[in-house]
């Protein structure tokens, strides 16, 4: 039997945030905040981080891994995201392609709800992503995702 060259995976994050929908889509569209939670942090310098946050939209970020990252010091990674529905304040779908170095890793489909709950928001997660050769895979992914939305936990604390 032949090894299958794409592993596909799909997985969901609930988060509960202490802020109105509003504010929690907000970290999503303003380009400043979403940089802030998403492409700065230890581990990564951002080589480049540009957004255009509408349908039909998209969103690049480049960085470099910095230290003690499972990739070599200086392998550029990049994201390149693209728009497809956007409901202010209750829901993003997009699709996004990671790569590593010259070497496209996996291609996604995310989808983010924004639901108002009596404390603030709750935020439901759906990947479903397609993981080439190399690739990081569905547990990496998710804990990933994890340590992103614990920023803008952060970024939200401000």
Do not use: C
Request: net charge neutral.
């Amino acid at each position: 039997m032949k090894q299958r060259s794409v592993i596909h995976s799909t997985f969901s994050i609930e988060r509960s945030y202490p802020a109105s929908p509003e504010r929690v889509f907000n970290a999503f569209a303003d380009p400043a905040k979403k940089r802030r939670w998403f492409a700065e942090g230890e581990g990564f310098m951002v080589d480049a981080f540009e957004m255009d946050f509408r349908v039909g939209g998209f969103e690049r970020a480049r960085f470099r891994f910095t230290g003690n990252a499972p990739i070599a010091a200086g392998t550029p990674m990049g994201n390149d995201t693209n728009y497809h529905d956007i409901v202010p304040n209750s829901r993003i779908v997009l699709a996004y392609t990671m790569s590593v170095g010259d070497k496209r890793i996996s291609t996604s489909l995310a989808t983010f709800e924004f639901l108002p709950t009596g404390k603030g928001t709750e935020l439901i997660f759906t990947e479903q992503a397609a993981f080439f050769e190399g690739a990081d895979g569905a547990k990496e992914r998710q804990q990933g995702w994890g340590q992103l939305f614990d920023h803008l936990a952060r970024e939200l604390a401000h």
